[in-house]
């Protein structure tokens, strides 16, 4: 009795492996570079359009509940951003949709601007991001992704509607930034510096910069030139994930994650793409995993088959979830093509795509939307030029 009991355990195993198999081929089956996946990109992206371009509220409320109010915020604020970032990147890949995509980050800045968005920064530093501009707390990861958004608003040609705000805001950020103790704002009050957060604000000077003659390529030439000197780690050379808000150079003991490298590859892109590159290459080095399943690891240094990382969320066999989508990002820029199927195929053995009415998306957008507008803006990569 106990044997048959195993052999049908065994049997259903079987079966779901293979109709899995036969899924994942499916799925990826026109995979390979911005042409061949064109139907499968826009198809993502009109899936977020619609569940992302929504009244704040609603939008903060699609993310899991169980992260608290400050989580919920910041994923809201990314997903935000992420989408304006796809939209930017399908425009000019496909040179298509223009006026869908200006419209729709126009949508995507409203929110962001919203109060109930930036409630979460509110609650953290006491007092408004956007009502005191004039002041000295940093709110940079808020300001930051707003500026960049309105920044590619205006790179597809969405004209001057924001202007008198990004102005301000890129000159509140780039005298915060100059009067830190390190050329680094904290996130949150009392906080080390995670360096992607700060990276963002580097990333929305220098898209201001290209826009408005220059005006703040010293302030990004003077935070990159910090970098290279001092903010490199020792064993991987990889720029730091973490600093000291307080004092200039790094921790002692900071420790280099998958997560946080490959993010900052992505952001480098779009400031110096010798230093990107230089980075990518250490990430690989560094993070990349071929077997079992072709991935990036969260820790370089030691392994873990399966376990909970506040920033990477569940890892199998080393994999990072997060810093292997962060990482298609450079993979895609630096057109690494056939790494970059790989990488999507571990995608679709962990998210599984779902069609439905013309629309796609990972099963797993059902538990973090912003997920799949990360994979979306990652798997887009492209040249803002």
Known sequence: ?????????????????????????????HNGDFESEKADILARRDYLMGKVITNPQQLIGEMPSVVGPQFQGEWALYSCSMLSVALVNTTLIYGEDKEMAIASIDSLIQIVMSSELRAYDRERWGEDPLETLDGNESHISYLSHLAWMIGGYKYIGGGDKYDELYHSLCKTMNRRILESPNLNCPTYPGECIYVPDMLVAIVALSI???????????????????????????????????????????????PIKGSYSALNCYYLTFIDEDFARDQYEKLKTNFLQKRPITGFKEYY????????????GLIVCNLSPTGTAFAVGSVTYFENWDLRKKLLKTGELAGTTWHRKGKKHYLLANVALVGEVIMLAMRTSTEWK
């Open 208 to 254: 201001y910069s290209q826009q408005y003659g220059g005006k703040y390529n010293a302030t990004v030439s003077k935070w990159i030139e910090e970098a290279k000197l001092h903010w490199l780690d020792e064993n991987t050379g990889m720029l730091a994930s973490f600093l000291p808000s307080d004092k200039e150079g790094m921790y002692e003991e900071s």
């Open 301 to 312: 240094d030691r392994r873990c088959w399966l376990g909970l990382d506040i920033d990477a």
């Open 1 to 29: 009795m106990k044997k048959k009991k195993s052999m049908k355990v065994l049997l259903v195993c079987l079966v779901i492996i293979i109709v899995k198999a036969i899924w994942v081929g499916i799925a990826i089956r």
